[in-house]
């Protein structure tokens, strides 16, 4: 699970651990809340540093059109969006590539709690890696 070469890895890793005790203690077929709430004992337990269901602003265009509410915001860098379903579709994968961008943040995780294995991805922004860059030169 550790790749030294993305950034927040060793984060990341750590997030997916606490999700599959969740996973490996409640199993599936639960709602997403019970799962959300599961994990954040783990998240305390482990002494990661998160906001829960944290609410950011969504911009087009330089104005504010709405807010969306984060399921967890760890480190202030890593959204980690849960889900309860049976399988990852492609448009849950574009929401969670969405929300960085939308955020501004660098990485962020999905993780899905309702098939019988644990299902996760991890994702970076690559706009906010390629404007980064492109600053640095």
């Not at 962020?108 to 390629?130: C, M, V």
């Amino acid at each position: 699970m550790l790749n030294k070469e993305l950034k927040y890895s060793k984060e990341t890793a750590e997030i997916i651990g606490c999700a599959m005790k969740v996973h490996s203690g409640l199993g599936n077929g639960f709602q997403e809340v019970i799962y959300q709430r599961a994990l954040e004992i783990e998240f305390r337990e482990a002494g990661i540093t998160y906001s829960r269901e944290f609410e950011m602003p969504i911009y087009y265009s330089g104005c504010q059109v709405g807010t969306r509410r984060v399921d967890f915001l760890v480190d202030n860098v890593i959204s980690v969006e849960l889900k309860a379903i049976i399988s990852l579709e492609p448009v849950h994968y574009a929401q969670a590539i969405n929300y960085l961008e939308a955020y501004d943040l660098e990485a962020g995780l999905l993780i899905n709690f309702g098939a019988q294995k644990l299902e996760f991805k991890r994702f970076k922004d690559s706009k906010f890696y390629q404007s980064k860059h492109r600053n640095i030169e």
